[in-house]
């Protein structure tokens, strides 16, 4: 499983875009990347995932280089409630997507100030 | 409401005693995931079960364990408790083949006095 390296702490105004990235630089090719939410005393709750260059739903934009050392997870326009632990993970997917140790590291900690 | 569900919420007891948690994975899913979360600690990961087996193991300690049954819940055993093993455990289930990765419980807080 492809270690992650997360900034431990970002602080973001409200109505900013926020951008955290994530190095992965042992990704193996049949790797997904995966990135979760939390909020304190709950679970972590999924936001996006991708493969390779731009994925997009309603909450998020994962952006990944060619080489997929790295991602980019993209909020828009944060709010207050955006507060939370954000977690990158890296894993293979396919057919043993249920034999995969899913490895928390520490996250990166995004603070929204009003 | 995520699909899995973890009981008890709450869950206060003295140490050396033992307690037994209880997951029921979102419908269809069958591997069951344990984690535990200290106070400001990242989720270690415990235990996987896949369809009723074992399928891989974290940090376990041998003082705890657990078992997934035939209708696919989990349950996660912790025996002679210790002050340090007051944390939060979460219970996660995926489906084989998909893209949404893992769906969490909202956990069990246990506190060992």
């Known amino acids: 499983l492809a270690k992650t390296t997360q900034p431990i702490s970002m602080d973001s105004y409200e109505g900013q875009e926020v951008n955290i990235t994530c190095s992965h630089n042992?990704?193996?090719?049949?790797?997904?990347i995966t990135w979760y939410q939390q909020f304190p005393s709950q679970g972590p709750r999924f936001i996006i995932q991708g493969y390779k260059t731009k994925v997009t739903n309603e909450v998020a934009s994962l952006f990944i280089p060619a080489d997929r050392k790295s991602s980019t997870l993209s909020l828009p326009r944060v709010s207050l409630s955006d507060t939370a632990v954000y977690y990158c993970l890296v894993g293979d997917r396919g057919l043993n997507f249920g034999n995969e140790k899913l490895t928390f590291g520490t996250g990166t900690r995004l603070t929204i100030i009003p | 409401d995520s699909g899995v569900t973890q009981t008890p919420k709450h869950l206060i007891t003295a140490t050396g005693q033992r307690v037994t948690l209880r997951c029921s994975p979102r419908s269809g899913d069958l591997s069951v995931y344990w984690y535990q979360q200290s106070l400001d600690q990242g989720l270690q990961f415990l235990i996987q079960?896949?369809?009723?087996?074992?399928?891989a193991k974290g940090n376990i300690l041998e003082r705890f364990s657990a078992q997934q049954f035939p209708d696919l819940h989990s349950e996660l055993n912790l025996s002679s408790l210790e002050l340090g093993d007051s944390a939060l455990y979460f219970c996660a289930s995926s489906v084989v083949v998909g893209s949404y990765g893992y769906t969490f419980g909202s956990g069990t807080r246990l506190t060992v006095v």
């Open positions: 042992n990704i193996a090719t049949n790797d997904y």
């Open positions: 079960y896949y369809n009723g087996e074992e399928r």
